[in-house]
C-alpha cells in the first residue's frame, strides 16, 4: 500500500498495466507519492473545490488531490492506456473522479458545472506553455479558476516570473505578470521521475488579478511577440511593423529602449497605443 492511501504503490501499478512513459506524449511518471502529496497540499485548501488536471497519467498526482480532499477531481487524459489505472482510483473514490478522455488543449470551461475551481497539473512538457497562455488570455477576465498551480521546466517557469531586466524577461513573463500574482514555490529533481528528463522542474503558483490593467489581449500578443522576436534590437526597429519610432514617442518610450527593460505597464501602455492606430487606420 502506499502512504496517502491503500491503492498499490505506482511502480505496481505502472508493471501491472504497462505504462512505459512515451516521448511523444511528453510523459514523464512523477512515481513519489510524498512529493505528489506535496503538490497538491501546495495549492491550499481543496474542500469544496472542483480541480482540473492535465495529463495525470498513472494518477500519482491524482491520488494526492482526492486524498487531500478536493470535492471532485476532473483528469484529463490524451493516453486511453492510463484510462484502467484511473478507473481503479474513480472506484477507491466514488463519484469524485471523472476522467475524460482527450486533448486538453480542446477543454474548455463550458464542459463544466462548478464555480470553484483549481487548475493543479504537472503539465506534458510538449504542451505546457501553450496552455499556459490560453488560460492567462482567457475572456471574461477574472476567469473560471481560482489558481494555478502547474510544474514545467525550470527554465519555463524562471521565465513565468521574471521581472524586468531579468535574462529569463520575455512574452510569456509579460502575459503571466500582467494578469496573476506569480511566484515559484519549489524545484522537482530529474531524479523523482521515470524515466527522469534532462532537467530540473519546478512548481510554480498563479492567482489571478481581480483587476489586472486594462488592455486588449490581442494587442498585447502582437506587441510582446514583435518586442521579443527581435529583443537584442532597440525598440524602434523591433516594433517598425507596428508603429516603431512614431509609436514609441506617442507613449513616452524611449524608441532606443530594449524589450527587457520595460514594465508590464509599458507593454500595457504601448498595446493600447497600438489598438488605437489600428482604429485610427481602419478609419
Not at 511528453?26 to 472542483?50: H, M, S, V
Not at 490560453?134 to 473560471?144: F, H, I, K, R, V
Request: aromatic share 6%.
Amino acid at each position: 500500500m502506499s502512504a496517502i492511501d491503500d491503492l498499490p504503490p505506482l511502480r505496481d501499478v505502472i508493471a501491472r498495466h504497462g505504462l512505459d512513459a512515451r516521448k511523444s506524449l511528453g510523459q514523464n511518471f512523477l512515481l513519489d507519492l510524498n512529493l505528489t502529496a506535496k503538490i497538491a497540499r501546495a495549492a491550499g485548501p481543496l474542500e469544496g473545490r472542483t480541480v482540473i488536471e492535465v495529463g495525470p497519467g498513472p494518477g500519482g498526482l491524482t491520488r494526492a488531490l482526492l486524498a487531500e480532499g478536493a470535492d471532485r477531481v476532473i483528469a484529463i487524459e490524451r493516453d486511453s492506456r492510463c484510462l484502467p489505472a484511473l478507473a481503479e482510483i474513480a472506484n477507491r473514490y466514488p463519484g469524485r473522479l471523472r476522467v475524460i478522455e482527450g486533448d486538453a488543449l480542446e477543454f474548455r470551461q463550458q464542459d463544466l458545472d462548478a464555480c470553484k475551481v483549481k487548475i493543479v497539473a504537472n503539465l506534458p512538457y510538449n504542451i505546457g506553455t501553450r496552455l499556459l497562455v490560453d488560460w492567462l488570455t482567457a475572456e471574461p477576465w477574472p476567469p473560471y479558476y481560482e489558481s494555478l498551480t502547474l510544474m514545467f521546466q525550470r527554465e519555463v517557469a524562471q521565465r513565468i516570473i521574471a521581472e524586468a531586466g531579468a535574462s529569463a524577461y520575455g512574452r510569456l513573463s509579460v502575459l503571466a505578470s500582467w494578469r496573476c500574482q506569480t511566484r515559484l514555490l519549489f524545484d522537482v529533481p530529474a531524479q523523482a521521475f521515470t524515466p527522469p528528463p534532462k532537467v530540473t522542474s519546478s512548481i510554480v503558483q498563479l492567482h489571478p488579478r481581480d483587476k489586472p490593467l486594462q488592455c486588449d489581449v490581442s494587442a498585447l500578443e502582437r506587441v510582446t511577440q514583435a518586442a521579443f522576436g527581435q529583443r537584442r534590437k532597440m525598440l524602434r526597429q523591433s516594433l517598425k511593423a507596428l508603429g516603431g519610432e512614431t509609436l514609441l514617442t506617442q507613449s513616452g518610450i524611449d524608441p532606443q529602449r530594449r524589450a527587457e527593460t520595460l514594465s508590464v505597464e509599458e507593454f500595457c501602455t504601448l498595446a493600447s497605443a497600438t489598438g488605437q492606430a489600428c482604429k485610427v487606420h481602419l478609419s
